[in-house]
T-cell receptor, first 111, second 116 residues
Framework: GENVEQHPSTLSVQEGDSAVIKCTYS??????FPWYKQELGKGPQLIID?????GEKKDQRIAVTLNKTAKHFSLHITETQPEDSAVYFC??????????FGKGTKLSVKP | KAGVTQTPRYLIKTRGQQVTLSCSPI?????VSWYQQTPGQGLQFLFE???????NKGNFPGRFSGRQFSNSRSEMNVSTLELGDSALYLC???????????????FGDGTRLSIL
């Protein structure tokens, strides 16, 4: 079935360092890959997304890359700040119009 | 523009009862999807509604049902509640959604359901 693997499950970085989260997906028909940030007590918030006709997209300190051949996509956060601490989820668009989510990465940014 | 609104935020029920959760999508969005979030299983797709019709469904038992109204607001119902139904139930909306859609889905803050 459709599946998304996400690594690592936890990530601790020093303020100002970069953080990288990686995902792989199984359904070659997927053409949409969003990333969400979830803070305690809140729903997932869309932070960036990428479509299959693009290999890379950047928005200030956040960038995503997509390798459709290898079915890999990654989130890069540069110059991390304590407010970046949260759980991050990758997802892939599924054949049912749903999103298939990875298990999440808990990012901790230490001041 | 107001975001996705879910009510209530918290619910406590006992086994065997039923519950109804409500979701108001972003204005103009016609596709509403429901997800269940648990620590063990993560985020899992329940179903999607569009134009008052269930268009897609995940792998959940028939105790989980939903509906959508003409103003795109949606409700989700769980009957004969079980302990394992304790979870955060999230609603997401997008303009039209659909199979292999590349439209962003925007989530509400969820309803936390606890079963005693």
């Amino acid at each position: 079935g459709e599946n998304v693997e996400q690594h690592p499950s936890t990530l601790s970085v020093q303020e100002g360092d970069s953080a990288v989260i990686k995902c792989t997906y199984s359904d070659s028909a997927s053409n949409y890959f969003p990333w969400y940030k979830q803070e305690l007590g809140k729903g997932p918030q869309l932070i960036i997304d990428i479509r299959s006709n693009v290999g890379e997209k950047k928005d200030q300190r956040i960038a995503v890359t997509l390798n459709k051949t290898a079915k890999h996509f990654s989130l890069h956060i540069t110059e991390t700040q304590p407010e970046d601490s949260a759980v991050y989820f990758c997802a892939a668009g599924g054949s049912q119009g749903n999103l298939i989510f990875g298990k999440g990465t808990k990012l901790s940014v230490k001041p | 523009k107001a975001g996705v609104t879910q009510t209530p935020r918290y619910l406590i029920k006992t086994r065997g009862q039923q519950v109804t959760l409500s979701c108001s999508p972003i204005s103009g969005h016609r596709s509403v999807s429901w997800y269940q979030q648990t620590p063990g299983q993560g985020l899992q797709f329940l179903f999607e509604y569009f134009s008052e019709t269930q268009r897609n469904k995940g792998n959940f038992p028939g105790r989980f049902s939903g509906r959508q109204f003409s103003n795109s607001r949606s409700e989700m119902n769980v009957s004969t509640l079980e302990l394992g139904d304790s979870a955060l139930y999230l609603c997401a909306s997008s303009p039209t959604g659909g199979a292999l859609s590349n439209q962003p889905q925007h989530f509400g803050d969820g309803t936390r359901l606890s079963i005693l």
